[in-house]
């Protein structure tokens, strides 16, 4: 990675910092309930769910491939989930047992993506469908809501002087291992140097079909466990859970610096992206500001996300024309 | 706090006495602050409830806000209802996407107080304090029966298309329109000939439609409780020449089908008037926080303007104004 590109991450995730506290300093104006702890820490469990999904998306996006099917898996693991405590299965037993379904399907849509060198758009829209498909067969639209106490513990319960949502203490934990695994790892190296060239990172010797499929596989995991978050938030499980919410996710992990085409970025960033969303629809929520227009703000995020890296390319362009371009055609 | 809380209510409520000048009212009877989330935002139907709820809001005194999602997806009516319950309203009132799944943050609402009330789509009963409901399903299946037999009073084969086969409504108005077509005098003329499902879906409908009239060459009405496939049914009679002998009927909006009425392809669609509904939705939960009514079975909800309005098991207060439209009537409705 080029000494500029090294420079130039940590400053977006500075200026999205500045914007989240932007976005709270904003907010508290909007709405004279926003500022209070109880308030702030109770609207993080609005976006655990997406978050979920975006740490494993940011690690599929590193590869340079997409999967929009992750909504999808939540589905099939809110209802396998109704149907193991419908069994009677201990929750100690029946989370893990999700979470590995989760992982079964993200390393299917690996599979297929890296083993068959299918398109990744094209393999992970068809599964959105299936996935749903057969989260619709088993589990029905009607649902299943008799979730025992235990079940719901995860995604409903506070700790900390009830202050602290469970959920969010999951999600950092999540985080914490995302990051780890992709900035500290041989496996996180891996990634990004297929997402930069798959060619060379094959001839460097690197299993690009085995780092694809974990990835997916991770991805497939995490949607697994949102799933258990899923039902604990909502006490339902049925076929169209979650369903709809991938642009908030894939805005989540763009705005984060994420380059889409794979090789660059950084999992802080997609975290801060997350909290940044998250105050942003905290603050027009409770200021009862109209789905549309917060539809219209998440999809002018997005294109500022997917512009950033050119422009900021741009800028660096103006300012220190041919030098730039030798480093960058070094790094590369 | 709660004692400056109680002053300030106290001298507020002493302002307006004195101010109106009869006998001050031991309970708040005006003023309340309510907060509205239909499915999604932006559809002409719930837009619609939504203006008349603020109708009823302004002229009993009190704030309505009208806030949602743009598309139908539970956890963000579950985010807008958590940023309501944090906003300290005195009543809530939704269209519920999953009954279950707002269940627990409805239950949090109640328990700090607020009146819950739903209408169009009910939420779990421990949730809320009463539902609003457009139409009882006996009332929802005689009516588009009632609109099959001014299509061919003749009768004969009907078929219906539901959104799937687990939909509440439309599996309970299709059981209940099969049994009436066997038992009533009036609709024994209809024979039921098949079941399809579309999902609210447009297309969807559209095609099913066509297979419905392919299968069945002596079918004479689609019957749809979705207001999604029946105006797809209306479109696929007429964009394959089935004009004069197959009708299409079940709930539609009327700015739907009205090309259809008034074209002479189509004759009776029927539905409610959300307008309506949704003043009536905040009538409802207005009277229960100024303690006039309690939603108790048998107990009547006496709106002056919409009419009086029966409680039945588990606080279900029956709107139930169904209404027919017809190429003579279609053009009085907006909606």
Redesign the interface.
């Known amino acids: 990675m080029s000494t500029s590109a090294k420079r130039q991450l940590p400053l977006w995730e500075m200026a999205l910092v500045v914007a989240i506290l932007a976005a709270g300093a904003w907010s508290s104006t909007l709405s004279p309930y926003y500022l209070s702890v109880d308030q702030l820490f109770g609207s993080t469990r609005a976006f655990i769910i997406p978050g979920l999904l975006a740490l494993g998306l940011a690690v599929v996006v590193s590869l340079g491939e997409i999967d929009i099917s992750l909504a999808s898996i939540i589905a099939v693991g809110t209802v396998a989930l109704s149907k193991l405590s419908a069994a009677g299965v201990p929750f100690a037993v029946a989370a893990p047992i999700v979470v590995a379904i989760g992982a079964l399907c993200g390393a299917f849509n690996g599979l297929l993506v890296a083993k068959w060198r299918l398109p990744s758009l094209a393999v992970t829209l068809g599964t959105m469908g299936a996935f749903r498909g057969l989260a619709f067969i088993a589990g029905s639209e009607v649902g299943y809501t008799d979730f025992d106490d235990v079940y719901l513990w995860l995604g409903s319960d506070y700790v900390f002087g009830g202050v602290v949502p469970v959920s969010l203490i999951l999600f950092a934990l999540a985080a914490a291992g995302v990051w780890f695994l992709m900035h500290r790892t041989g496996y996180g190296r891996r990634c990004f140097s297929i997402g930069l060239n798959p060619d060379a990172a094959w001839f460097a010797g690197v299993d690009v079909v085995g780092v694809k499929i974990r990835a997916y596989a991770l991805a497939g995991a995490l949607a697994g466990a949102a799933a258990l978050v899923w039902v604990g938030q909502y006490g339902s499980a049925r076929g169209d859970n979650a369903d709809g919410s991938i642009l908030f996710v894939v805005t989540a992990v763009v705005l984060g610096g994420m380059d889409i085409n794979g090789g660059r970025g950084t999992l802080s960033g997609v975290v801060l992206a997350l909290f940044l969303l998250g105050t942003i629809r905290n603050g027009l929520g409770l200021a009862n500001v109209g789905g549309p227009t917060q539809t219209v703000v998440l999809g002018g995020l997005l294109v500022a996300g997917v512009l950033r890296p050119a422009a900021a390319a741009a800028i660096a362009r103006l300012s220190r024309p041919a030098k730039t371009r030798e480093a960058r055609a070094q790094g590369e | 706090m709660k004692m400056k809380l109680l002053a300030t209510l106290g001298a507020a409520v002493l302002a307006v006495g004195l101010a109106a000048g009869p006998a001050l009212a031991q309970q708040k009877t005006s003023g309340f602050k309510l ?1 509205m989330t239909p499915k ?3 559809f002409p139907y719930f837009e619609l409830t939504g203006e008349g709820a603020k109708a009823a809001a302004t002229e009993l005194g009190d704030t309505l ?1 009208y ?5 139908a ?4 009516q ?3 209802l ?2 309501f319950v ?3 309203p005195d009543g809530i009132i939704l269209a519920a996407i ?1 009954g ?2 707002v ?2 943050v409805l239950k949090q609402a109640r328990a700090k107080g607020i009146v819950v009330g739903t209408y169009d789509a009910d939420a ?1 009963v421990a949730g809320r304090d009463m539902f609003v409901n457009q139409l009882s399903y006996e009332q929802a299946a005689r009516v588009m029966l009632d609109a099959a037999l001014i299509d061919a009073p003749e009768g004969g084969e009907i078929a219906f298309i539901a959104a ?1 086969p ?3 409504n439309h599996v309970a108005h299709m059981k209940i329109m099969t049994e009436l077509s066997k038992t009533e005098a009036k609709y024994k003329v209809f024979s039921v000939v098949d079941t399809q499902y579309a999902g609210d879906d447009d297309a969807k409908s559209y095609d099913v439609a066509v297979n419905l009239m392919q299968a069945h060459p002596k079918l004479k009405v689609i019957i749809s409780s979705s207001a999604v496939s029946a105006p797809a049914a209306a479109r696929a009679i007429e964009a394959t020449g089935h004009v004069g002998k197959v009708w299409a009927t079940g709930f539609a909006l009327p700015s739907a089908i009205k090309r259809y009425l008034e074209n002479g392809s189509q004759k009776a669609f029927a539905f409610w008037d959300p307008w309506e509904l949704g003043y009536v939705a905040a009538y409802a939960v207005h009277q229960k926080l100024a303690g006039k009514f309690d939603p108790k079975e048998g107990a009547v909800l006496d709106v002056p303007k919409a009419g009086k309005f029966k409680t039945f098991k588990d606080a279900e207060v029956v709107y139930g104004k169904p209404l027919i439209f017809t190429k003579e009537t279609v053009g009085k409705y907006n909606f």
């Open positions: 907060m999604w935002t932006g806000i806030a949602g999602a743009d598309h997806e539970v956890s963000l579950v985010e807008t958590q940023n944090t906003q300290k999953d279950n799944a269940a627990p779990a799937s687990t939909s509440p």
